[in-house]
Nanobody, 122 residues
Framework: QVRLVESGGGLAQPGGSLRLSCKYSGFTLDYWSIAWFRQAPGKKREGISCFSSLDGSTEYANSVKGRFTISRDAAKNTVYLQMNRLKPEDTAVYHC???????????????WGQGTQVIVSS
């Protein structure tokens, strides 16, 4: 059973940085993907970044491209989301999700973490 645990959320000022962590366990597939999603109050869930263990491929939504970076530390079984140049509109609950497909669509992921809150405000 795949288990995902997020950490690293909190309060940041506009223009600041935060790093989210997603510690994973239980993958039995030869390869898998982990994606980050976020959902702000009153808004649809948005897929923002994905990492593939097959070849290290990464993908970003236009809303975060150039500001956020996804990476993996295999020794720590952890996927990170480095968030730079944060904006108030980045405020949301951030979830990591695990699945077989390299995708930013929530329907492609069956395992989800509990979420971590990010607030960007001065």
């Amino acid at each position: 059973q795949v288990r995902l645990v997020e950490s690293g959320g909190g309060l940041a000022q506009p223009g600041g940085s935060l790093r989210l962590s997603c510690k994973y366990s239980g993958f039995t597939l030869d390869y898998w993907s982990i994606a980050w999603f976020r959902q702000a109050p009153g808004k649809k869930r948005e897929g923002i970044s994905c990492f593939s263990s097959l070849d290290g491929s990464t993908e970003y939504a236009n809303s975060v491209k150039g500001r956020f970076t996804i990476s993996r530390d295999a020794a720590k079984n952890t996927v990170y989301l480095q968030m730079n140049r944060l904006k108030p509109e980045d405020t949301a609950v951030y979830h990591c999700a695990g699945g077989r497909y390299f995708s930013l669509s929530s329907e492609d992921f069956g395992a989800w973490g509990q979420g971590t809150q990010v607030i960007v405000s001065s």
